[in-house]
């Protein structure tokens, strides 16, 4: 088979393979550059819809589910000029190297640590309507107490990671579905902190609220669908 001549690309050249328009669909890895524009999963330029064509996706790939040897499949076309400057991340210093030698954290902690206070929220909002609605048992509201504490323990490693893959993976760009993200998780963020501190002072102000006391459980209670529509925008930037 005759061995085709591999074109080199800047950074630069790889803007007008974006996969839009009509145009071909380039992916960078490691260095070398390659046309997927057969691929079904690469339509319009992105791959579920967070990675982009025409630029550097070596992290990504470092960081998938899948190897790299799926690119076999589709022809090679070009290479990166070796004088190319990389761009780093929009991060410090220390945590872009950590990051590049641990590509796995670039990916993969949000998904795994905000189920957690996801949980721990949706939970607090289920026991307290079934305490006020089919039985109030007191170990209801000490499972409240608890899981505010938990929720709250682990409300930071939610935010960071989800700060840090809003960088990685866009640039730190504004986008619809992670502007509302991060409204709503700085809303239940602010609730927790002043549910806790009523639960801290009173433990037993959800027995019988009074007056301005009702604003708690209707905080609480709140959490079932902003925590929901926090994951339904989460999974939208996943899989739609």
Do not use: C
């Amino acid at each position: 088979m005759e061995e085709v001549e591999l074109r080199e690309f800047e950074l630069s050249d790889l803007e007008q393979y974006n996969g839009q328009d009509g145009k071909p669909t380039y992916v960078l890895v490691d260095g070398k550059i390659y046309d997927v524009s057969d691929s079904k999963l690469w339509k319009n330029g992105k791959h579920m819809n967070k990675h982009q064509a025409a630029r550097d996706s070596s992290d990504s790939f470092n960081a998938a589910p899948h190897g790299k040897d799926i690119l076999v499949r589709f022809p090679q076309v070009g290479i990166l000029k070796q004088t190319t400057q990389v761009d780093k991340l929009p991060i410090p210093g220390w945590l872009n190297t950590l990051l590049e030698k641990y590509p796995f954290f670039k990916r993969h902690p949000h998904p795994m640590v905000v189920h957690f206070p996801m949980t721990f929220s949706i939970t607090s909002s289920i026991f307290l309507l079934w305490y006020y609605i089919i039985s109030p048992l007191s170990p209801l509201l000490n499972a409240i107490y608890y899981l505010h504490i938990l929720g709250t323990i682990s409300l930071p490693f939610a935010l960071f990671t989800g700060w840090l893959s809003w960088k990685v993976n866009y640039m730190g760009k504004p986008m619809g579905y992670i502007t509302k993200k991060i409204v709503l998780s700085l809303f239940v963020s602010i609730v927790d902190i002043v549910v806790l501190l009523f639960l801290i002072h009173q433990p037993d102000i959800l027995a019988n609220p009074q007056g301005i006391q009702m604003l708690l459980p209707i905080l609480i209670i709140s959490y079932l669908p902003i925590v929901s529509l926090i994951g339904f925008y989460g999974g939208q930037l996943v899989y739609y």
